[in-house]
């Protein structure tokens, strides 16, 4: 009898919940909107508008337009816990978003575009078996869209626009299977998933409305897409030799689903003169989608995970302010506060996410007519706070895992824009 | 404003150097040391200190050895590097000139039962004994040793390891072969230090189930065995020589005393009840003691050989159901010679097992290792089952008799413990009370409750005896909630909870 107990207590111990990404969005879409605060639906600077508004292409005035750029990401997320004095600081490889947009003016009326960018990803890596290890040690997750689109002026005021979506996702993430489990030689129990080239389609659609010369309105909605893996690679290492262990060391197959959230934009711009423009975007997202994290491991007697998220819909408010120094220089100013979509008790650390204040800047250069050359750059502020994950289960317990984190994020981009 | 945003690119540059960094860090002042310092900590002990689980030393296990533990914490509060003697491997065994003398530590294995037991792991251990480290260490742990082997110049004397002189696994870092474990803590000139000893000074005859000497009236130690109790006047006197020199360094410390043992799953584990039996056997096993119950005991109670508490003591009675196994009490009265002579004239192999009969009660204690041996044929006998129609030896049962003298060396070394601390201004845990706490019901944390159900519990490691990392790291909390108290400091306490149990393995 001892030793049904015996078993069942390590069955439970090697049983825990398997988690990884939380969606993030990373709101590095273009150069010139990151530094007006990331907004942008109601203005039209260059072939940009393919990601914040597709509707603002047809008023390009150019036949052939190209944006194209990228961000390094320099993320930091310090963790520690005051009762025990327990701390970690991550270690996060550069993050290296791009975009590559491009408008053609097939008519006063009417343009086509393609956009490709990367509006959700994560990059978190921690010190290996910190303490929160068994939620997670590191994660890589990215997703990319490719999206073919049009752009079709009804009158002279108002647009529409918008596209199919491809998405194409791929997730790296490993976790320690408990808080405790290793081998014999100490090294921890983990376990490492891996998928990528997973497909899925969505679209986005847009309005525009240009109701003078100095006020425009728009709209973007791009609509959830459902990245769902299959047969991805689940692979568990240090696990021990034991058949009381519920999984063995090697690689089995899974299936996992996680949202890419809804996106609607709403806002408006201001031209007040030949120098100055100011725009404010307010940005509803659908988090609400990210439920749960539900791993499924193929051999059935591996034990299924069940992670709830819980998240709820989010908001961002973004303003921004340009100034045309003169025919060379272009200068631009932001600021935006991006609501977190994670609840009190649903805090991972994969996804180390609260309020934040975003500050923003940047300068167009003009190379030539046709050249321009832009930089920018984010500081993404996160303020201190008290957090716990509570779904983390051991013997059928829940075991939080509370702590205190700060975040930061510094982003500079480059990009060139071209027209033609 | 046309100036103002010629700056932007040269504050962006400015923000690259902007870490995010705490209000209130937990690295930068946040835990006070108190009137401690921690800048340089010893422990001195025996297997406990050392970390020892598993009947074994083994690097993981050292690890998580509560001085590590603590140590860790204290780098909070200004301590310094903690250097341990570690071991080779994560086997465990020890070699002497190449030959195994210890074995390796125990593992949760399944059998071909499908039913999971301790199980000794395989493999060749790769710890030679003269392969001596060079220290000095901060944890002077030495498994095995007892209160007046930390004085003893010679125990870490690599020659007298073969003959029993000397102590294996002190061997591997003594600093010369005439040093004494004590002398090393005294000679890195701690600024703290922690003792815990004398466990073994009663454990070795507990856990022999009392097959040792109470040596309680002998001060001479060098004539004990090694399952025998320490004088307590004996350990008055090297422990609070051990203080003297420890204070006389200038540290400050803390002294853990004794623990009962039946806080400890070796003696916890193995019902007094074990034996079932149907009606017919029992009887049959009643009428072969009818003999022995009436008239041998009766005879002698009328001879006034044995008193009627021990006539009533020695009745043997099965019944239908679950009963107590029978064995030998070495405190009984040895009535051998007399059966074997008139009247009873008793051939000896039967006037020897009823020698120092008895049946078990509950009031004895049943040792871990006894399991092994209940309702087994005994070898050499036909069929003799141990237990049933043959005693259990003396060594599987920690008798009411040997646990009262356990009990008073006991009381006696934690008296001496308490008193050193107090007239010292030491720090004082009380592990009896701790550990008192996780045999009765448990201690819980944030992932259960802790307790010392073998196996299960997750307070003791596969002996039985000495605790899992999880344990260890109970220990050390309550080691520093005794700092903290003493010295006013605010050094935190770890989650038990990140502590690893028993491991399972069928390698």
């Known amino acids: ?420 | 404003m046309k100036k103002f945003l010629k700056y932007i690119p040269i504050a962006a540059l400015s923000l690259v150097a902007c870490e995010p960094e705490f209000d209130n860090a937990v690295e930068d002042g946040f835990y006070s040391s108190g009137e401690a310092n921690f800048s340089n900590y010893v422990s001195i002990g025996n297997s406990l200190t050392a970390g020892f689980a598993d009947s074994a030393l083994y690097i993981t296990g050292q690890e998580n050895s509560y001085p590590n533990i603590m140590a860790q914490q204290f780098e909070l509060v200004g301590g310094g590097e903690f250097t341990q003697p570690l071991m080779n491997d994560n086997l465990g065994g020890l070699l002497l000139g190449g030959t195994q003398i210890t074995q390796n530590r125990f593992v949760l294995a399944v059998g071909a039962d499908g039913n999971p037991s301790p199980s000794v792991l395989s493999g060749t251990p790769t710890t030679e004994v003269t392969a001596t480290l060079s220290g000095p260490f901060n944890n002077i742990g030495v498994p095995g040793a007892k209160s007046y082997h930390l004085v003893a110049p010679g125990y870490g004397n690599a020659a007298g390891v073969a003959t029993g002189q000397a102590n294996p696994y002190y061997a591997r870092f003594a600093s010369s072969a005439d040093a004494t474990v004590i002398g090393e803590a005294v000679t890195q000139d701690p600024s703290f230090f922690s003792l815990w000893i004398g466990n073994n000074d009663i454990l070795g005859y507990a856990t022999s189930g009392g097959s040792g000497v109470d040596q309680t009236g002998n001060f001479d130690p060098s004539t004990y065995g090694s399952s025998d109790i320490t004088d307590p006047n004996v350990f008055a006197s090297v422990y609070s020589q051990m203080v003297d020199l420890m204070v006389g360094t200038g540290a400050d410390g803390v002294l853990v005393n004794l623990p009962d043992v039946t806080s400890v799953p070796f003696f916890t584990t193995v019902p007094t009840q074990s034996i079932p039996l149907d009606a017919d056997t029992a009887a049959a096993l009643n009428a072969n003691f009818a003999a022995y119950n009436t008239q041998v005991l009766g005879g002698l109670l009328q001879a006034g050989v044995i008193t009627q508490e021990e006539f009533a003591a020695r009745q043997i009675n099965f019944t239908e159901g679950v009963n107590f196994p029978i064995m030998v009490d070495d405190d009984l009265t040895n009535i051998a010679a007399i059966i074997s002579g008139p009247p009873f004239n008793l051939p000896a192999p039967t006037a020897g097992l009823l020698a120092q009969l008895r049946q078990v009660n509950s009031t004895d204690l049943m040792t871990l290792t006894s399991s092994s041996v209940l309702g087994t044929p005994v070898a050499g006998v036909p069929n003799a089952v141990n237990g049933v129609s043959f005693p259990l030896a003396d060594q599987f049962v920690l008798t009411v008799t040997e646990q009262a003298r356990v009990s008073a060396a006991q009381a006696s070394y934690n008296a001496t413990i308490q008193a050193l601390a107090q007239a010292n201004g030491l720090a004082f845990v009380d592990a009896r009370a701790a550990l008192q706490a996780v045999a009765a019901g448990g201690v819980a944390f944030d992932g259960g409750v802790l307790s010392s159900t073998f196996a299960t519990g997750g307070a003791f490691s596969l002996d039985g005896v000495h605790p899992t990392p999880r344990g260890y790291a109970f220990t050390a909390n309550a080691i520093i909630d005794a700092i903290n108290e003493q010295y006013g400091a605010t050094v935190p306490k770890v989650n038990i909870g990140n502590y690893a149990t028993i491991t399972a393995s069928n390698d």
């Open chain 1, 1 to 420: 009898m001892i030793m049904k107990k015996v078993m069942s207590l390590l069955v439970v111990m090697l049983v825990t919940a398997v988690t990884y990404a939380g969606g993030y969005r990373v709101s590095l879409q273009g150069q010139r909107s990151l530094a007006m605060g990331h907004s942008g639906v109601a203005v039209v600077h260059n072939a940009e508008s393919a990601f914040f508004n597709p509707a603002g292409l047809v008023h390009l005035e150019n036949k052939l337009n190209i944006a194209v750029g990228g961000f390094g990401v320099f993320s930091d997320v310090l963790y520690q816990n005051s009762e025990t004095g327990a701390r970690a600081q991550t270690n996060s490889p550069t993050g290296t978003p791009v975009y590559l947009y491009a408008s053609y003016g097939i008519s006063e009326k009417l343009a086509v575009g393609l956009a490709v960018y990367t509006p959700y990803g994560s990059t978190v890596e921690y010190p290996t078996d910190w303490a929160g290890s068994h939620l997670v040690n590191n994660i890589e997750l990215s997703a990319i869209y490719i999206q073919p689109m049009v752009s079709y002026a009804i009158n002279e005021k108002l647009s529409v626009g918008g596209g199919p979506i491809l998405a194409i996702g791929s997730v790296n993430f490993n976790r320690n299977l408990s808080r405790t489990a290793t081998d014999l030689e100490g090294n921890r129990s983990n376990v490492t998933i891996d998928a990528s080239g997973v497909t899925a389609f969505g679209y986005s659609l847009a309005a525009m409305y240009k109701a003078n010369e100095k006020w425009s309105f728009g709209v973007n909605y791009r609509a959830k897409i459902d990245i769902e893996a299959e047969e991805g690679d689940a692979t568990f290492a240090n696990v021990a030799n034991t058949p009381l262990a519920p999984v063995q060391n090697g690689t089995v197959k899974f299936d996992a689903a996680i949202p890419l959230p809804a996106e609607l934009t709403i806002g408006t711009s201001y031209q007040m003169n030949e120098k100055w423009l100011f725009a404010f975007d307010y940005v509803w997202a659908g988090w609400d989608a990210y439920e749960n994290l539900n791993v499924d491991f193929a051999p059935e007697s591996y034990p299924d995970s069940v992670n709830p998220r819980n998240y709820k819909n989010a908001s961002s408010y973004r303003f921004g302010a340009q100034y045309t120094a003169n025919e060379k220089f272009t200068l631009r100013a932001g600021y935006y506060f991006d609501e977190s979509p994670v609840q009190d008790g649903f805090f991972a650390p994969e996804t180390p996410r609260n309020d934040s204040n975003g500050f923003t800047g940047g300068i167009t250069f003009n190379v030539s007519d046709k050249l321009s050359i832009d930089a920018s750059f984010l500081y993404l502020k996160f303020k201190e706070i008290d957090a716990s994950y509570d779904d983390y289960q051991e013997n059928g317990q829940n075991v939080p895992f509370e702590g205190t984190y700060k975040s930061s994020a510094f982003a500079p981009g480059i990009g060139l824009s071209y027209k033609l």
